[in-house]
């Protein structure tokens, strides 16, 4: 229903009231044609003010009356009548403003919203349109492509963001009713003749007919990317071991070794799937925090997933003996071989003859693991990512000799986590920190060209990731890869001349590792490649320190920096990460395009609508794609992953097939091998 009252003598206030979020439920409908005809009819009342009850103005239409016999007012006619109307009507908007909520502040002639209040059309996430004039008032007020990307993606928007788009007439920081009554006051008797937004035309556009094929572009790889989620379940090895003929083993009680952050969230993820999980970790003190942590990790978890965890579902325990029953492990003790190679040797001792032994590494050998123990053909990698009870995405890695049923056990277990698991075969970095690494360095031989971290994470950011590879990096730690490159002898900073930027013959960039020796790990220590309010602040500010280092560095090698545009930017990151995707095609990592795809989307934050970067590539067109490589090759000799992959030119060679295609060129190119 909705209350109707006048207030500061001549405001009529509507109030909707239908808790929890004021839906437009067929009574909210009826008290808002009630009030309004009471408010326009009543000779006392000069304007009106719509609100919500309980500070939210709307979230829409009813949905728990979805699917029931229509019954109540129509929303179009109400909208329209308001709309109408010959005294100024004012939205009143706190909380949120979404679907057919936002759709009725359209109709009204003025909009005031609290800062914190949500704005949008989110039909599309329920499978529906606009259908209450957004369609047509959006555009008119805001312009086509601004309108075309709220109602496509759903996505709600700030008030913020709505004031500068133009959807909102003030913001305020008080009490929005109070706001919106003054104002209401204050244009009484003004004409509305500008106010009504459907007697709007809606602005030219010149490139109308690229709007909507940018529009159609997005909706396609959305629909590619929708089978591409669904294609990495059908998972094969080049060894022949297929989803459909590996039957997976019942996994009832888990363990993990190594309560570090990766530790904790996978015995999270494994409790929530409703293990029994024993988590193990060997030092006291990271022990007792870990006991703290993941309680009240599970309580967060429950709390926003609506679940009810049994507490006595994990058991802690100081030494690896206590896993002797499970019927799977995962390590994720530190990332140093040495310690993992002892891990997996005292685990072939303890656990019983049958049970996986999986490992969470991000890069080592899988089957060097495996070469520790007994049972080689039963280690799998289970790449998890941060915050693994979290991320959706898995990777899981199988080595020369892992068994069919072992991969297939860890693929059933990654689902039932709630994860996309993708299988993948084992290499250095496997799919996603393999091609991952190529993009980085070619990030960080921007900079020493000219580029700044502010230029390289504007464009990508502004073609959809959330966050530019230097501000990504800030915040997983600058430490991470350094250790990395230590480990390989690649981090050596005492080298000078031009061995500083050579290693193994290839061009090679010192620039995170000089970072590093200057302390600079990222957020954690606030500076990195920007600066922090403070260790652990997240807010990235320019750093004028990194600049200058930036300028001396160039100096100093005799550089000389020149202009960078996003477009070079896009292309020398993006297509030799691609560029490394084929050549994972190539050897057989990923059995396809797709596996590289849900990859990238869940695991690396790739925009789903540019529908991951296999597809980018067939997007793009491949012959551009080549042609691109090889000019940036050609212009930076030395460094060889700027080369085009032969899978990649073999597709350009055999016409450039679709990407749904590309699987027959690698199989016959296999079958012919
Ligand atoms: C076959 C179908 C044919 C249908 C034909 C329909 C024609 C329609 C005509 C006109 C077009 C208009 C369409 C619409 O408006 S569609 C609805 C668009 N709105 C939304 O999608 C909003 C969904 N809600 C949210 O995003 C959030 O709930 C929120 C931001 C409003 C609040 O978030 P939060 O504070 O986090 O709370 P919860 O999400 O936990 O929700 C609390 C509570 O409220 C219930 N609820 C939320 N929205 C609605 C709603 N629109 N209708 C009914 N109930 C809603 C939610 O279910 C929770 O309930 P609880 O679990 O019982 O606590």
């Keep these: 229903m909705a209350q109707y009252r006048r207030v500061s003598g001549s405001v009529g206030l509507i109030t909707l009231q239908n808790p929890p979020v004021n839906a437009l439920s067929a009574s909210v409908r009826q008290g808002i044609v009630d009030s309004v005809k009471r408010a326009l009819g009543d000779q006392k009342v000069k304007s009106v003010v719509i609100c919500g009850q309980n500070g939210v103005f709307c979230g829409g239409a009813d949905i728990r009356e979805f699917g029931r016999q229509m019954s109540g007012p129509p929303l179009v006619p109400m909208i329209h009548d308001i709309e109408a109307a010959n005294k100024p009507v004012v939205a009143a908007i706190e909380g949120s403003a979404l679907g057919g909520g936002l759709e009725l502040a359209l109709g009204c002639h003025y909009r005031i919203s609290h800062s914190k209040a949500k704005l949008g059309l989110p039909e599309v996430t329920l499978g529906l349109l606009p259908a209450a004039g957004g369609t047509q008032r959006l555009p008119r007020l805001i312009g086509v492509p601004a309108a075309l990307n709220l109602i496509t993606t759903g996505r709600h928007v700030t008030a913020a963001e709505a004031l500068q788009l133009g959807i909102l007439d003030h913001v305020t920081e008080h009490n929005t009713v109070d706001v919106a009554v003054k104002f209401a006051l204050s244009v009484t008797g003004e004409s509305l003749d500008g106010r009504r937004i459907s007697s709007f035309s809606c602005a030219p556009l010149s490139d109308l007919d690229s709007l909507f094929e940018e529009a159609m572009l997005k909706a396609r790889a959305l629909q590619y990317f929708f089978f591409a989620q669904r294609a990495v379940g059908r998972w094969s090895t080049p060894s022949g071991a297929r989803w459909d003929t ?80 499970v019927d799977l492990v995962i390590e994720a003790v530190f990332e140093d071989m040495a310690l993992k190679e002892k891990v997996f040797q005292q685990l072939s001792i303890v656990c019983k003859p049958d049970t996986l032994l999986c490992t969470n590494t991000s890069s080592l050998d899988v089957d060097h693991l495996a070469s520790q123990t007994r049972h080689p053909e039963l280690v799998v990698g289970m790449h998890f990512f941060a915050p693994a009870h979290v991320m959706k995405l898995l990777e899981v890695v199988y080595g020369r000799r892992s068994s069919p049923a072992a991969v297939a056990t860890a693929m059933q277990l990654g689902k039932k986590m709630g994860k996309v698991s993708v299988a993948v075969g084992n290499c250095r970095g496997f799919a996603g920190n393999r091609m991952l690494k190529r993009y980085l360095e070619q990030a960080f031989f921007l900079l020493e060209e000219g580029a700044t971290p502010e230029l390289v994470d504007r464009a990508l950011e502004e073609f959809g990731f959330p966050m530019g590879v230097f501000r990504m990096s800030d915040l997983s730690g600058l430490d991470v890869g350094w250790r990395v490159r230590k480990a390989d002898g690649l981090a050596d900073t005492s080298l000078t001349g031009t061995s500083a930027r050579v290693r193994q013959g290839c061009r090679y960039s010192p620039l995170g590792d000089l970072l590093c020796e200057h302390g600079r790990f990222g957020q954690k220590t606030g500076r990195g490649w920007y600066q922090y309010d403070k260790p652990g602040g997240r807010v990235a500010k320019s750093d004028p320190w990194l600049h200058n280092f930036l300028d001396e560095y160039r100096a100093r090698h005799g550089l000389v920096p020149r202009c960078i545009d996003q477009q070079e930017v896009l292309e020398r990151c993006l297509f030799v990460l691609i560029n490394e995707g084929f050549q994972i095609l190539e050897e057989g990592i990923a059995a396809g395009p797709e596996d590289i795809d849900a990859i990238y989307v869940f695991g690396y934050g790739w925009p789903r609508h540019r529908g991951g970067p296999m597809f980018y590539a067939d997007m793009v067109g491949l012959e551009r794609v080549v042609e691109r490589l090889e000019r940036y090759h050609q212009a930076h000799p030395n460094v060889p992953y700027l080369q085009p992959s032969g899978l990649l030119r073999r597709l350009v060679a055999n016409g450039s097939p679709p990407i749904h295609k590309w699987r027959n060129v690698i199989k016959n190119r296999n079958s012919q091998l």
């Design 246 to 325: 590996s039957q997976p083993r019942p996994v009832r009680k888990a363990a993990v070794i190594g309560l570090g952050t990766m530790g904790r969230g996978i015995t999270v993820a494994l409790a929530q799937a409703g293990l029994s999980v024993v988590a193990v970790e060997t030092h006291a003190k990271q022990l007792m925090e870990a006991k703290k942590a993941v309680p009240s990790m599970l309580k967060r978890g429950a709390v926003r997933g609506g679940t009810t965890i049994e507490p006595d579902s994990i058991t802690y325990s100081e030494t690896v003996q206590a896993v002797a029953d």
